[in-house]
């Protein structure tokens, strides 16, 4: 049973990724900027706190085997989250970024296959430079594909590196809740520290 932090709880994927870990009986420490309301849940402790707040989200953070960040990276400061993890002594991070930084198979980043780019994008990309600078802690950035909606939980998914899992069509997709499964597959058995890794159907 592992102790994750997992900040950005109540955001799409945040959400899926708590209710997976405590499925699997994990504990967590999720944190919120404040959800008034939330319902108690075996196995979960709520933090509220700003990740901008460096000093207030290392305290939050510290005493844990990992910490999982899933945030929007257009309104939230990769620097900031980086430095709180360095100040809490977690000695691990899995970190979502986004899949505009993963080749495509004609040898392009998605994010130049996107007609109109989120406005995380870009952010999620200089996101994933900053986090491959890092050397004090072990570090793991996980990508979604293209698609990554509510669905089904199926438990299966492939897995790649920097390349984006597609379909015979050139479509990657997965669902929000086998996503999760990825990141919880990853913490109970880590295969990709200090680098970056990808799922889809």
Not at 46 to 53: D, G
Not at 62 to 83: F, P, R
Request: proline share 6%; hydrophobic share 40%.
């Amino acid at each position: 049973m592992a102790n994750i932090a997992l900040v950005g709880m109540t955001g799409n994927i945040g959400k899926c990724i708590l209710d997976e870990a405590l499925r699997r009986g994990h504990r967590v420490t999720g944190t919120t900027r404040g959800a008034p309301g939330l319902p108690a849940r075996p196995g979960l402790t709520v933090a509220t706190v700003h990740p901008s707040r460096v000093e207030a989200l290392a305290q939050a953070l510290g005493g844990h085997d990992v910490a999982v960040v899933s945030l929007k990276w257009d309104v939230n400061d990769i620097d900031a989250v980086i430095e709180a993890i360095r100040r809490s002594k977690v000695p691990w991070a899995l970190i979502v970024v986004g899949a505009g930084s993963l080749m495509r198979s004609d040898g392009r980043l998605h994010f130049f296959h996107m007609t109109t780019p989120s406005p995380a994008s870009k952010p999620a990309m200089v996101a994933l430079d900053k986090l491959r600078e890092v050397g004090d802690f072990d570090w793991t950035a996980i990508s979604p594909p293209t698609s990554i909606k509510p669905g089904a939980r199926t438990g299966k998914y492939r897995l790649g590196a920097d390349t984006m899992v597609v379909d015979a069509d050139d479509n990657g997709s997965i669902s929000r809740e086998d996503f999760a499964v990825a990141v919880l597959d990853e913490i109970e058995n880590p295969r990709h520290i200090n680098r970056r890794f990808t799922v889809g159907y």
